[in-house]
Protein backbone atom coordinates (compact mmCIF):
# COMPACT_ATOMS: atom_id res chain seq x y z
CA UNK A 1 0.00 0.00 0.00
CA UNK A 2 2.04 3.44 -1.20
CA UNK A 3 0.42 6.66 -1.86
CA UNK A 4 -1.31 9.37 0.62
CA UNK A 5 -0.37 10.34 4.19
CA UNK A 6 -1.60 8.03 7.29
CA UNK A 7 -1.68 10.45 10.12
CA UNK A 8 -3.15 8.57 13.51
CA UNK A 9 -4.73 11.34 15.38
CA UNK A 10 -5.79 11.09 18.84
CA UNK A 11 -5.71 13.12 22.54
CA UNK A 12 -3.69 10.79 25.02
CA UNK A 13 -3.35 11.79 28.68
CA UNK A 14 -0.21 11.22 30.44
CA UNK A 15 -1.21 7.43 31.23
CA UNK A 16 -2.15 6.69 28.08
CA UNK A 17 -6.05 6.63 28.65
CA UNK A 18 -7.99 7.85 25.48
CA UNK A 19 -11.74 6.58 26.70
CA UNK A 20 -13.90 6.20 29.54
CA UNK A 21 -17.15 4.27 29.15
CA UNK A 22 -17.57 4.78 26.30
CA UNK A 23 -16.54 8.19 26.02
CA UNK A 24 -13.47 10.90 26.30
CA UNK A 25 -12.77 11.53 30.20
CA UNK A 26 -12.24 14.75 29.72
CA UNK A 27 -13.63 17.78 27.51
CA UNK A 28 -11.44 20.33 26.20
CA UNK A 29 -13.53 22.51 23.56
CA UNK A 30 -10.59 23.73 21.64
CA UNK A 31 -9.16 19.95 21.36
CA UNK A 32 -12.22 18.74 19.38
CA UNK A 33 -12.14 22.00 17.22
CA UNK A 34 -8.33 21.04 16.10
CA UNK A 35 -9.65 17.42 15.50
CA UNK A 36 -12.46 18.90 13.64
CA UNK A 37 -9.95 21.28 11.60
CA UNK A 38 -7.16 18.19 11.53
CA UNK A 39 -9.51 15.75 9.56
CA UNK A 40 -12.09 18.32 7.95
CA UNK A 41 -11.71 17.75 3.93
CA UNK A 42 -9.88 14.21 4.06
CA UNK A 43 -11.13 10.67 4.72
CA UNK A 44 -11.40 9.73 8.73
CA UNK A 45 -11.47 6.17 9.54
CA UNK A 46 -12.73 5.28 12.91
CA UNK A 47 -13.64 2.03 14.87
CA UNK A 48 -17.70 1.38 15.20
CA UNK A 49 -17.32 1.72 18.70
CA UNK A 50 -15.67 5.57 18.29
CA UNK A 51 -18.38 6.30 15.34
CA UNK A 52 -21.21 5.36 17.86
CA UNK A 53 -20.10 7.49 20.31
CA UNK A 54 -20.15 10.12 17.70
CA UNK A 55 -23.91 9.45 16.49
CA UNK A 56 -23.43 10.79 13.12
CA UNK A 57 -20.58 11.68 10.46
CA UNK A 58 -18.91 14.50 10.50
CA UNK A 59 -19.57 17.25 8.07
CA UNK A 60 -16.70 18.26 5.11
CA UNK A 61 -15.11 14.42 5.29
CA UNK A 62 -15.38 11.21 3.78
CA UNK A 63 -15.95 8.74 6.83
CA UNK A 64 -15.44 5.23 6.99
CA UNK A 65 -16.51 2.87 9.89
CA UNK A 66 -14.34 -0.66 10.27
CA UNK A 67 -16.99 -3.14 11.45
CA UNK A 68 -16.92 -7.33 11.79
CA UNK A 69 -20.56 -7.22 11.69
CA UNK A 70 -21.61 -7.33 8.28
CA UNK A 71 -24.85 -6.24 8.58
CA UNK A 72 -23.64 -2.83 10.31
CA UNK A 73 -24.62 0.15 7.96
CA UNK A 74 -25.42 4.32 9.06
CA UNK A 75 -26.45 7.25 6.70
CA UNK A 76 -23.77 8.63 5.10
CA UNK A 77 -20.76 6.46 6.13
CA UNK A 78 -18.55 3.89 4.18
CA UNK A 79 -18.09 0.77 5.95
CA UNK A 80 -15.56 -1.89 6.12
CA UNK A 81 -14.34 -5.28 7.60
CA UNK A 82 -10.72 -4.94 8.49
CA UNK A 83 -8.63 -1.73 9.05
CA UNK A 84 -6.13 -2.80 5.68
CA UNK A 85 -9.12 -2.92 3.96
CA UNK A 86 -10.10 0.60 5.31
CA UNK A 87 -6.67 1.95 4.43
CA UNK A 88 -7.58 0.45 1.08
CA UNK A 89 -10.52 2.12 0.31
CA UNK A 90 -9.29 6.08 1.69
CA UNK A 91 -7.11 5.83 -0.86
CA UNK A 92 -9.18 6.46 -3.10
CA UNK A 93 -10.94 9.04 -1.06
CA UNK A 94 -10.34 12.37 -0.66
CA UNK A 95 -6.99 14.22 1.07
CA UNK A 96 -5.09 11.81 3.54
CA UNK A 97 -5.88 8.81 5.26
CA UNK A 98 -7.16 10.48 8.87
CA UNK A 99 -7.01 7.15 11.76
CA UNK A 100 -9.50 8.28 14.77
CA UNK A 101 -9.44 5.51 16.77
CA UNK A 102 -10.03 3.73 19.21
CA UNK A 103 -7.42 1.06 20.78
CA UNK A 104 -7.63 -1.63 18.05
CA UNK A 105 -8.08 0.46 15.02
CA UNK A 106 -4.88 2.31 16.06
CA UNK A 107 -2.87 -0.55 16.93
CA UNK A 108 -4.07 -2.16 12.82
CA UNK A 109 -2.67 1.04 11.24
CA UNK A 110 -0.27 2.33 12.85
CA UNK A 111 2.46 -0.03 10.26
CA UNK A 112 0.72 1.91 7.37
CA UNK A 113 0.94 5.42 9.62
CA UNK A 114 2.97 8.05 8.09
CA UNK A 115 2.37 10.92 10.56
CA UNK A 116 0.69 11.36 14.14
CA UNK A 117 -0.74 14.11 15.27
CA UNK A 118 -1.18 14.07 18.93
CA UNK A 119 -2.73 15.95 22.00
CA UNK A 120 -0.87 15.67 24.94
CA UNK A 121 -3.56 15.74 27.64
CA UNK A 122 -1.34 16.71 31.07
CA UNK A 123 -3.85 14.72 33.47
CA UNK A 124 -4.15 10.73 34.12
CA UNK A 125 -7.62 10.51 34.48
CA UNK A 126 -9.12 6.61 35.29
CA UNK A 127 -10.16 5.08 32.26
CA UNK A 128 -10.91 1.79 29.95
CA UNK A 129 -9.50 2.41 26.30
CA UNK A 130 -5.79 3.36 25.75
CA UNK A 131 -3.45 4.60 23.20
CA UNK A 132 -1.25 1.28 21.72
CA UNK A 133 2.12 3.14 21.94
CA UNK A 134 3.44 6.43 22.08
CA UNK A 135 5.83 7.60 19.40
CA UNK A 136 8.37 9.30 21.97
CA UNK A 137 8.63 5.18 23.00
CA UNK A 138 10.57 4.50 19.45
CA UNK A 139 12.55 7.41 18.59
CA UNK A 140 13.89 5.51 15.85
CA UNK A 141 10.85 5.40 14.14
CA UNK A 142 9.24 8.86 14.79
CA UNK A 143 10.47 12.17 15.27
CA UNK A 144 8.81 15.33 16.76
CA UNK A 145 8.69 17.84 14.04
CA UNK A 146 6.46 20.65 15.71
CA UNK A 147 4.59 21.14 19.32
CA UNK A 148 2.38 23.90 20.74
CA UNK A 149 1.50 23.66 24.47
CA UNK A 150 -1.47 25.15 25.51
CA UNK A 151 -3.29 25.08 29.36
CA UNK A 152 -3.35 21.68 30.35
CA UNK A 153 -2.63 20.04 27.28
CA UNK A 154 -0.02 20.09 24.30
CA UNK A 155 -0.55 19.47 20.24
CA UNK A 156 2.42 17.48 19.11
CA UNK A 157 3.18 16.37 15.28
CA UNK A 158 5.27 13.53 14.49
CA UNK A 159 6.41 12.33 11.50
CA UNK A 160 8.09 8.91 10.46
CA UNK A 161 11.56 8.86 10.50
CA UNK A 162 11.85 4.97 9.99
CA UNK A 163 10.94 2.87 7.09
CA UNK A 164 7.15 1.34 6.82
CA UNK A 165 7.24 -1.82 7.79
CA UNK A 166 7.63 -3.83 4.74
CA UNK A 167 9.37 -1.34 2.69
CA UNK A 168 12.71 -1.87 1.50
CA UNK A 169 15.33 0.41 1.05
CA UNK A 170 16.07 1.83 -2.54
CA UNK A 171 18.34 -1.10 -4.21
CA UNK A 172 18.00 -3.42 -1.68
CA UNK A 173 19.69 -6.75 -1.65
CA UNK A 174 19.32 -9.81 0.35
CA UNK A 175 22.19 -11.50 2.22
CA UNK A 176 22.24 -14.36 -0.01
CA UNK A 177 22.69 -12.10 -3.43
CA UNK A 178 26.19 -10.90 -1.61
CA UNK A 179 29.09 -13.20 -1.26
CA UNK A 180 32.36 -11.48 0.30
CA UNK A 181 35.50 -10.97 -2.21
N1 LIG B 1 -9.08 10.35 22.96
C1 LIG B 1 -9.20 10.04 21.67
O1 LIG B 1 -8.54 10.62 20.79
C2 LIG B 1 -10.17 8.95 21.25
C3 LIG B 1 -10.25 8.58 19.90
C4 LIG B 1 -11.12 7.55 19.55
C5 LIG B 1 -11.89 6.94 20.51
N2 LIG B 1 -11.79 7.34 21.81
C6 LIG B 1 -12.55 6.65 22.86
O2 LIG B 1 -12.22 5.26 22.77
C7 LIG B 1 -13.38 4.49 23.04
C8 LIG B 1 -13.75 3.70 21.79
O3 LIG B 1 -12.63 2.98 21.35
P1 LIG B 1 -12.58 1.40 21.37
O4 LIG B 1 -11.15 1.00 21.20
O5 LIG B 1 -13.34 0.90 22.55
O6 LIG B 1 -13.47 1.02 20.11
P2 LIG B 1 -13.35 1.33 18.53
O7 LIG B 1 -12.00 0.97 18.02
O8 LIG B 1 -13.86 2.66 18.23
O9 LIG B 1 -14.43 0.30 18.01
C9 LIG B 1 -14.22 -1.06 18.23
C10 LIG B 1 -14.98 -1.79 17.18
O10 LIG B 1 -14.46 -1.43 15.89
C11 LIG B 1 -14.38 -2.58 15.07
N3 LIG B 1 -12.97 -2.91 14.87
C12 LIG B 1 -11.90 -2.51 15.62
N4 LIG B 1 -10.77 -2.97 15.11
C13 LIG B 1 -11.13 -3.68 14.02
C14 LIG B 1 -10.40 -4.42 13.05
N5 LIG B 1 -9.06 -4.50 13.12
N6 LIG B 1 -11.07 -5.03 12.06
C15 LIG B 1 -12.42 -4.97 11.98
N7 LIG B 1 -13.17 -4.27 12.86
C16 LIG B 1 -12.53 -3.66 13.87
C17 LIG B 1 -15.12 -3.67 15.84
O11 LIG B 1 -16.48 -3.43 15.55
P3 LIG B 1 -17.63 -4.55 15.68
O12 LIG B 1 -17.72 -4.89 17.14
O13 LIG B 1 -18.84 -3.87 15.16
O14 LIG B 1 -17.18 -5.72 14.83
C18 LIG B 1 -14.80 -3.29 17.27
O15 LIG B 1 -15.68 -3.85 18.23
C19 LIG B 1 -14.47 5.46 23.42
O16 LIG B 1 -14.40 5.66 24.82
C20 LIG B 1 -14.05 6.71 22.68
O17 LIG B 1 -14.62 7.87 23.24
C21 LIG B 1 -10.95 8.32 22.18
Not at 13 to 25: F, Q, S, Y
Not at 103 to 130: I, K, W
Request: charged share 25%; aromatic share 8%.
Amino acid sequence: MTGRRVVLVAAVAANGVIGRGGGIPWRIREDMQHFKETTRGHTLLIGRRTYESIGRPLPDRTTVVVTRDPDWSADGVLVADSVERAIELARDLPGDVMVGGGTGVYEAAMPYATHQVLTEVHRSPVGDTYYPAHPSREPREWRETRREDREGFSWVWWERVGRLPGQQPPGHWSPGHWSPG
